[in-house]
């Protein structure tokens, strides 16, 4: 499907392409503060469809966004992935049940694993012949282990970063 030039209804728009007018995010008691950094996004616009409102990808219309920006000051590579992965077992947990938020905590420990498993002797590889590749395989086998560390709620940090 095609949809550069067209307008269609969609489910939620990334945060930075966002535009309501003042009176409907009052009327939301704007943004949840729970999420520190990524997911405010999804729930916002989670919140406007349970009253009513629809969400519209307008394709004639451009804009510009440093995707990540903030996260890239932080300098560790695992930062933004934690914190989305923090923030949307935030939203399961806010608007489904606690199955489905720790479904999603397993689901990224799996995953987290299974890349891992793939990264480790690729990495040993790469250190063995000393590739150019290495440390971003370091890098990402970094972010997946810290990603299972997250999924047993060991990375306490991202807790600190987005209050209850």
Known sequence: ?????????????????????????????????RYYM????????????????????????????????????????YFAALLQR???????????NLLNAFGYRFISMMSGLFRVLILLPVTMIAIIIKSDFTKNLINGLEK???IIFWSFGLESWTRKQIPD
């Open 1 to 33: 499907m095609h949809i550069e030039n067209e307008t269609i209804e969609i489910e939620w728009l990334v945060g930075a392409c966002i535009m309501f007018k003042k009176d409907v995010l009052l009327e939301l008691n704007g943004f949840d503060e």
């Open 38 to 77: 990524y997911g405010e996004d999804v729930d916002i616009c989670f919140r406007l469809r349970k009253r009513g409102f629809k969400i519209f990808y307008m394709g004639d219309t451009s804009m510009f966004h440093y995707h990540a920006a903030s996260s890239i000051k932080k300098r560790k590579t």
């Open 86 to 96: 923090e923030s949307i077992y935030r939203f399961f947990k806010a608007n489904y």
């Open 144 to 146: 997946h282990i810290r």
